[in-house]
C-alpha cells in the first residue's frame, strides 16, 4: 500500500515537470488533437497486454535506447509483467554503461540496476543529437493529457511539409508536433524490428507496442492499483449494507 502511494506521488511530481516543459512547447506552435485510440489498460478493469509489453521492451532497446534513457525503470521491474528472473538477468547483462554520478561500470548491469543511459552525461547527449537533449522516457505518457494518443500520433505523425513551410536543417516536420517542427528524425517505419513472437512489424504496430510499455514504465503500479481499488469499493458496499442494517435495527422502536 505504502509502495503504491510513493510511487503514485513520485510519479505525479515528474510528470508535473514534464507538463510544465510541454507547456512551454505548446507556446511555440499549435497542433492538431491526436486521434483517440483504445488501449487496453484503460477502463476500470484494463490491463496491459503482456505480449504488446515484450514487443514494446524489444521496440525500445532495438530502436529507442540509442538516444533515450528509462532513468526510473530497473530492470528487476520487468518480472511484474511476466518476465522470469532468468530473463531478466540476462538483459540486462547485455548493457554496461555509465551510473548516476556519469561513471561508467565495470561490470554487466544487474537487475538491480535502473536501464542503463545511452551516454555518459547530458553534454555528451546534447553533441550527439545536434544540441538536442533527448527525453528521458520513463514518464514521457504523463507529459501530455491522453499522452498514450499523443505519442502514438507523433509516432506515425512524420509527412512531407506544406509547400509554403521551410524545415529548418536538422529537424523533420511532424503533423503533431507543436511548431511542427521535431528535432527527432522519424524513429520507426515498417519492419524497423523483426518481432521475435513473428508479429508483422507494421509502423501502426511497432508505435502501439511502443507506447503500450512506455505506458506501464509510466504507471507500472496500475493494475495493483485497480485491483486495490475494486477491493475498496466491494468493502464499502458491504460496510454500507451493514450500517444500513443497524441503524433499521436501531431506530426499529422509533416507526
Not at 521492451?57 to 509483467?81: D, F, I, K, P, T
Not at 547483462?93 to 538491480?112: I, V
Request: proline letters at 7%.
Amino acid at each position: 500500500m505504502k509502495k503504491i502511494i510513493l510511487s503514485t506521488f513520485v510519479a505525479a511530481a515528474f510528470a508535473i515537470s514534464a507538463v510544465s516543459l510541454t507547456t512551454t512547447a505548446e507556446a511555440a506552435g499549435s497542433a492538431p488533437k491526436p486521434p483517440a485510440q483504445e488501449w487496453s489498460w484503460q477502463g476500470p478493469f484494463g490491463t496491459f497486454d503482456r505480449p504488446a509489453l515484450r514487443r514494446g521492451l524489444q521496440v525500445y532497446a532495438e530502436v529507442c535506447a540509442a538516444c533515450h534513457s528509462l532513468n526510473l525503470v530497473a530492470y528487476r521491474a520487468l518480472g511484474e509483467v511476466g518476465f522470469s528472473e532468468d530473463e531478466i538477468k540476462a538483459f540486462a547483462a547485455e548493457y554496461d554503461g555509465p551510473d548516476e554520478d556519469g561513471e561508467m561500470f565495470e561490470r554487466a548491469a544487474k537487475p538491480a540496476d535502473h536501464f542503463v543511459s545511452p551516454f555518459e552525461n547530458d553534454n555528451a547527449a546534447r553533441a550527439s543529437n545536434n544540441g538536442a537533449m533527448p527525453p528521458d522516457l520513463s514518464l514521457i505518457t504523463k507529459a501530455r493529457f491522453n499522452g498514450p494518443d499523443y505519442l502514438h500520433a507523433l509516432l506515425m505523425g512524420y509527412t512531407d511539409p506544406p509547400e509554403d513551410m521551410e524545415v529548418m536543417d536538422g529537424m523533420s516536420y511532424n503533423e503533431y508536433f507543436p511548431g511542427h517542427q521535431i528535432a527527432m528524425a522519424p524513429p520507426i517505419d515498417d519492419d524497423s524490428v523483426e518481432y521475435a513472437d513473428g508479429t508483422e512489424a507494421t509502423q501502426d504496430q511497432i508505435s502501439r507496442d511502443l507506447v503500450t510499455f512506455l505506458s506501464w514504465t509510466a504507471e507500472p503500479e496500475l493494475e495493483e492499483r485497480k485491483r486495490l481499488g475494486f477491493k475498496v469499493m466491494l468493502f464499502l458496499l458491504v460496510l454500507t449494507g451493514f450500517l444500513y442494517a443497524l441503524k433499521r435495527r436501531v431506530w426499529a422502536d422509533q416507526h
